[in-house]
């Protein structure tokens, strides 16, 4: 897992989703973004990433600073992400929390 600083300069490490050599991933429980527990869909040679909800949700922070805090969904360049079977609370953080690579 990528190690981060907090805003105070401490260490920790984060959490992010892991996704299978095929590129996906089956919740098992609702899964509460932040910035220790991120989904990076940005790794190997697979290019389209699966999150198979699993009837669960995925909780966005209802508050988000923007180039304070990191971005919780990241997405690389050329990569896409597909989200199945979840429903997003605070969807309205969706815009924030999100970077697509160019």
Do not use: W
């Amino acid at each position: 897992a990528p190690s981060l600083l907090s805003s105070r300069g401490e260490g920790y490490m984060s959490r992010g989703v892991s996704f299978s050599a095929s590129g996906h991933h089956l919740a098992t429980g609702d899964l509460y973004l932040s910035p220790l527990v991120q989904i990076l869909a940005d790794a190997g040679d697979c290019e389209t990433y699966e999150y198979d909800g699993n009837g669960f949700c995925v909780v966005l922070p209802k508050e988000f600073h923007v180039g304070k805090d990191s971005p919780l969904i990241r997405v690389g360049a050329g990569k896409t992400l597909l989200f199945k079977r979840c429903r997003f609370v605070n969807s309205e953080s969706l815009p924030k929390v999100l970077h697509l690579g160019a």
